[in-house]
Each structure stands twice: as structure tokens, then as C-alpha cells.
T-cell receptor, first 113, second 115 residues
Framework: GEQVEQLPSSLIVQEGASVLINCSYT??????FPWYKQEPGKRLQFIID?????ERKQTQRLTLLFDKKTKHLSLHITATQPGDSAIYFC????????????FGQGTKLSIKP | DPKIIQKPKYLVAVTGSEKILICEQY?????MYWYRQSAKKPLEFMFS???????DNQTASSRFQPQSSKKNHLDLQITALKPDDSATYFC??????????????FGPGTRLLVL
């Protein structure tokens, strides 16, 4: 079945820096890739998504890049703030599985003030 | 603004007992899901329901039974609890489970500890 991998598993950066989180998937049938943020003890919060017919999507300080050939995504966060400290999850959904999301193991981002 | 409610927030259970995890959504969505997150595994899909019908079941064990009494409810009954069932269980919902591109919104989770 589909597998989603994220790198790095953790990241510590100074406030104001930019970060890059990488995600790869295995099944070319995956067509939808939502990302979520989870702060300690809180619910998963949807932050951005991309579909397989797109290469790039941007919202505020987030840019999501998608490469269908290499089955790779990368999430770029600019001008990081302490509130960005969280675990970030990449996920993938295929076009026949009625909404089932396969998640990566997460990237723990810590922002140093 | 908790439009997806999960009860209880924390649950401690004894091995062999049975518990029900409650999920209610007030987003007007037609599809609901259960996921599990444990220390050993990443977020793991369990079930999906659309219009109160089971669409997908990825749990190997029949000890896990979803129950949908109303369109906006999807409870999870777990019987014969084992310590390995200890995890945080997340409920989610989306507008329409048939549409793979629907954004799923998650509840706050129920943290289950089985002793």
C-alpha cells in the first residue's frame, strides 16, 4: 500500500528563519496531498493542500511544491514565528479510497525565540 | 471553536474491558472518519463512513466497531481492550466522503490508556 515518508523528523531553527520539510510517497495513484499541523495536546489543524494537477501552491508564509515525476513534496515556511512550533504532517489520498488519508510520521519543528 | 467534539478527552481502562469513544460534528458534513495515533505508529486510518454507511475499514480486529446513530455522530466501540490499544483516537469529518479531495477536519482526540 501507499507509504508516506517525511524528512527531517525534527528541526530546530531560530525565529525568523525559513524551513523546508520534505515528503515523499510511493503510489502514483495518490492525487491529493493535505498537510496538517499539530501543536502539543491539540487537534490536527489543516494548513495547506495540493492536488496532483498542480506544481505549486502558496498561502501566506507557506509554499507547497509538488513533483509528480519524483513523487516528492516540499513545504517551505518563511519568517518562522514561535507559534509555528508544532509537528507537521504530510498526507496522501488516492482516487479510489473514499477519503482515506495516509500520513507520514511527522516533522517536529521547534522555533527558538 | 470546537465544531467536532470528542468525549471523553482522557480515558483509563482495564485490560479486557469495553469502552465507547464519542464523536459528534456540527459542520454539516456527510463523511466521518476515525484515525489512531500511538507512540509506535504515525497517524493510522481506521474507518470511513459516508452518509452513515461504512466505506472503508482498515482495522484488522473486529474488536473495533464504529457506530453511527445519527448523520453527525460516529462513535467507536472497543471491546476486550488490550494495552496495545493505548493511543489517541481522532475523529475527523469532511463534506462528502466520495470526494477524495475534501478537506478533512479533525477533532481534539480521545487519549486512551489501557492498563
Amino acid at each position: 500500500g501507499e507509504q508516506v515518508e517525511q524528512l527531517p523528523s525534527s528541526l530546530i531553527v531560530q525565529e525568523g528563519a525559513s524551513v523546508l520539510i520534505n515528503c515523499s510517497y510511493t503510489d502514483s495513484a495518490s492525487v491529493y496531498f493535505p498537510w496538517y499541523k499539530q501543536e502539543p495536546g491539540k487537534r490536527l489543524q489543516f494548513i495547506i493542500d495540493i492536488r496532483s494537477n498542480m506544481e505549486r501552491k502558496q498561502t501566506q508564509r507557506l509554499t507547497l511544491l509538488f513533483d509528480k515525476k519524483t513523487k516528492h513534496l516540499s513545504l517551505h515556511i518563511t519568517a518562522t514565528q514561535p507559534g509555528d512550533s508544532a509537528i507537521y504532517f504530510c498526507s496522501a489520498s488516492m482516487n479510489y479510497n473514499q477519503g482515506k488519508l495516509i500520513f507520514g510520521q511527522g516533522t517536529k519543528l521547534s522555533i527558538k525565540p | 471553536d470546537p465544531k467536532i467534539i470528542q468525549k471523553p478527552k482522557y480515558l483509563v481502562a482495564v485490560t479486557g474491558s469495553e469502552k465507547i469513544l464519542i464523536c459528534e460534528q456540527y459542520l454539516g458534513h456527510n463523511a466521518m472518519y476515525w484515525y489512531r495515533q500511538s507512540a509506535k505508529k504515525p497517524l493510522e486510518f481506521m474507518f470511513s463512513y459516508s452518509y452513515q454507511k461504512l466505506m472503508d475499514n482498515q482495522t484488522a480486529s473486529s474488536r473495533f466497531q464504529p457506530q453511527s446513530s445519527k448523520k453527525n455522530h460516529l462513535d467507536l466501540q472497543i471491546t476486550a481492550l488490550k494495552p496495545d490499544d493505548s493511543a489517541t483516537y481522532f475523529c475527523a469529518s469532511s463534506q462528502d466522503g466520495w470526494g477524495v479531495q475534501d478537506t478533512q477536519y479533525f477533532g481534539p482526540g480521545t487519549r486512551l490508556l489501557v492498563l
